[in-house]
């Protein structure tokens, strides 16, 4: 099945840095989405983006479909930002269900 | 928009019991609903698919005499945990889209304890 990797696992940030977490993928993919899981266990839909560039506020993803990754962006980052952010990709293949990655466990420090 | 309910948010039951957790589309029919798990610290793993109407299609490994999958309407699927054990203890998510190719939408999850 397809593979999806996240990376860093874990980040510390100190409150104001900014990151870039990124998402790969070992097939081609219809859609993708990024989540962040906060403590509660609640998934928060933060893109749709099978391709192209979106942004949101501090935030905005990337995905180069043809190159199998995909980019979140955070910048001023904010104690409410922790937690885990998770991405999840729809194959090519038809399935019509989505797989997440590994996951990348972010610690926003005030 | 596109909202999904699930219920109960947290169950304790005995080993041996069985526990249904009901996930619904408030606003939007859902065509296709997922069931996902995750264990303390892990991803999201799928445990099945199902579509209105039809019988679900469970991923590998899944034990579909244990997770009973009914998806009755087009805004109701139920997951059942039939005799369960510790071993079950998890976190369970659903997940409902529109279409094929539409965004997922996710429940607020279930957090089962079996004792």
């Known amino acids: 099945g397809i593979q999806v990797e996240q990376s860093p696992p874990d980040l510390i940030l100190q409150e104001g840095a900014n990151s870039t977490l990124r998402c790969n993928f070992s097939?081609?993919?219809?859609?993708l989405q990024w989540f962040h899981q906060n403590p509660w266990g609640q998934l928060i839909n933060l893109f749709y983006?099978?391709?192209g560039t979106k942004q949101n506020g501090r935030l905005s993803a990337t995905t180069v479909a043809t190159e199998r990754y995909s980019l979140l962006y955070i910048s001023s980052s904010q104690t409410t930002d922790s937690g885990v952010y998770f991405c999840?990709?729809?194959?090519?293949?038809?399935?019509?269900?989505?797989?997440f990655g590994t996951g990348t466990r972010l610690k926003v420090l005030a | 928009g596109a909202v999904v309910s699930q219920h109960p948010s947290r169950v304790i039951c005995k080993s041996g019991t069985s526990v249904k957790i009901e996930c619904r589309s408030l606003?939007?029919?859902?065509?296709?609903m997922f069931w996902y798990r995750q264990f303390p610290k892990q991803s999201l793993m799928l445990m099945a698919t199902?579509?209105?109407?039809?019988?679900?299609?469970?991923e590998q490994g899944v034990e579909k005499d244990k997770f009973l999958i009914n998806h009755a309407s087009l805004t109701l699927s139920t997951l059942t945990v039939t005799s369960a054990h510790p071993e079950d203890s998890s976190f369970y998510i659903c997940?409902?889209?529109?279409?094929?190719?539409?965004?997922?939408?996710f429940g607020n999850g279930t957090r089962l304890t079996v004792t």
């Open positions: 983006i099978p391709s």
């Open positions: 199902s579509n209105e109407g039809s019988k679900a299609t469970y």
């Open positions: 999840a990709v729809e194959r090519s293949s038809g399935t019509y269900k989505y797989i």
């Open positions: 997940s409902a889209r529109t279409g094929g190719t539409s965004p997922l939408h």
């Open positions: 097939d081609s993919v219809n859609n």
């Open positions: 606003d939007f029919q859902a065509t296709t």
